[in-house]
Structure formats: C-alpha cells, structure tokens
C-alpha cells in the first residue's frame, strides 16, 4: 500500500545487500512511497551480484563506494548531483566489526580490526555528511538516518567493539545534527532497531538467544525489518521535519522495559 510519502523525493541509501537487509527493505518501501534514489555499497558487496534484482525492482543505479574513502564518496555525490540536483534523504545502513567476525574476546580486542569498525561502522556517517554538507548537496528539511542498536546504551555480550561503534554513531548524529541544522536546516537522527535477523545480525556470537531474550522482554515483539523500512519512510518525509538529533527507539518497547512475565516465567 502506499501514500505516496516520498514523491518527488531523491536520496541514497547505503548497505542493501540482499533481502534480508533492512536498507533492502527500506529501498523496496521507498520506491514504493513514489522516492527515486541511488544504491551504494562496498566493491565487495557489489560482486555478491545480489543488488542488481533491487535495483531492476526499483529502477535504481547502482554507485560502487568504499565509505572509508573520501575520493569514492565524493564521486558518489558528484554522480548523485549529476543525476538529481539536490537530495532529500540518505540512509547509513552500514557495519563491519573484524573481530567479531573472528569471535575475538572483546577484552581481547586486536586494535587493527577495532579502528576498521570505527572507521566503517561510525566515522563513514561523518564522512558522508562532511562531504554532504561541503557540496551543499541536501534540500532544507532533508533528513539522514543512520541505523544503531540498543548495545550503544547497554552492555550486550557478543556485540563486541561494534557497541562502542552504535555509541560513537549516535554521538555523532547529534554533535553533526546541530551544525547541519543551524547552517542548513538538515535533520540527523539515528534509529535503534530490534534484534533482526540480517547476514550482519547472524554473525554475532549468541544473536539466537538475543533475538529470544529481545522477544520476550518487548512489549510488542522484536519489530519486523519491513516495519523499521516504515519508520524510515516516515523519518525521510515531511511528517518529521523537526525531529533531529535524537536516537529514536524502534524496539517494541524492549529499551524501557525492565522485566517480563514472560522472562519471570522462564526464570520460575
């Protein structure tokens, strides 16, 4: 069903990498709410081939970019304002922690792989919207959403030196938010999401009983990928204009929840 949202709007969304990725999903929702909009991800992901059916599907182009690279990015922008002008939204749907892909301790942390996860997970938000701002590319009331995780607030173990990262992330969505929205009314929020089920998600140590414990002590349930593509949706348009600066939860409730009767039972 769609409202037509985001007609008429232009973006890019960043880390779609096969249909079980929320920025897939956010990508499908989009294009379905009338937006138009360039798909990036790393050379890596591109050779997966994956992304070619959701850019057919949506009609979108597809810009390879490293986003630890300031050369690749400012071609990617160059490219965007070639085609579109001026964006409306961008999406961060981006991670990459090496240690815990190597289920390395995080006490043990090799600070070769954590720089990377700083760099990928978090610094690359900065990045963009540095360039973003530099190049003047973003209408007023343009929104940039980065997707974080409740392990930014809370010790999660198994989330590893990608917590400091969500921690990092959301701090700078709200230090670049003020800036961006003094000097060019420019909106910056990150979305803390459920435990989902993505490739990224599947390659945490314990994601199983996280996704159960999460389930479980939600209110709601853990919220499906599609439905964060519809908070998404909602954050790119004009039903948000002065939301900015804030990590808003998207959880079903499990972030202000402290203990269930469900939880309670299996503890009985």
């Known amino acids: 069903m769609s409202n037509n949202l985001l007609k008429g709007k232009k973006g890019i969304i960043f880390g779609a990498l096969n ?3 929320i920025a897939w999903k956010v990508a499908e929702r989009a294009h379905e709410e009338g937006a138009e909009f360039i798909l990036s991800n790393a050379p890596v992901a591109l050779r997966m081939g994956q ?9 979108s182009e597809i810009v390879s970019a490293d986003v630890t690279s300031t050369e690749d990015l400012e071609n990617l922008f160059k490219i965007a304002e070639e085609k579109f002008g001026k964006l409306d939204f961008i999406l961060h749907s981006i991670g990459m922690s090496i240690n815990v892909r190597k289920k390395i301790h995080y006490t ?11 760099d990928i997970s978090a610094i690359s938000f900065h990045r963009v919207m540095k360039i973003a701002k530099e190049k003047d590319i973003m209408n007023e009331w343009g929104s940039i959403l980065a997707l974080s995780f409740i392990a930014a607030q809370l010790a999660i173990p198994g989330y590893n030196d990608m917590s400091d990262a969500k921690a990092l992330l959301e701090s700078i969505a709200r230090t670049f938010g003020y800036y961006y929205g003094r000097d060019k009314k420019v909106r910056i929020n990150t979305i803390s999401q459920s435990p989902t089920k993505t490739t990224a998600g599947g390659g945490i140590k314990g994601f199983s009983s996280l996704f159960e414990y999460a389930e479980k002590n939600s209110p709601l349930g853990n919220a499906p990928a599609v439905d964060c593509a519809n908070y998404c949706v909602m954050m790119f348009s004009d039903f948000t204009k002065y939301v900015t600066m804030q990590n808003l939860f998207h959880d079903g409730g499990f972030s202000s929840t402290g203990l269930t009767e469900d939880i309670m039972g299996d503890m009985d």
Do not use: I, P, Q, R
């Open 19 to 21: 249909e079980d990725s």
């Open 51 to 59: 992304l070619d059916e959701l850019a057919k599907a949506t009609g």
């Open 108 to 118: 043990e942390a090799n600070y070769d792989f954590y720089h990377k996860a700083m």
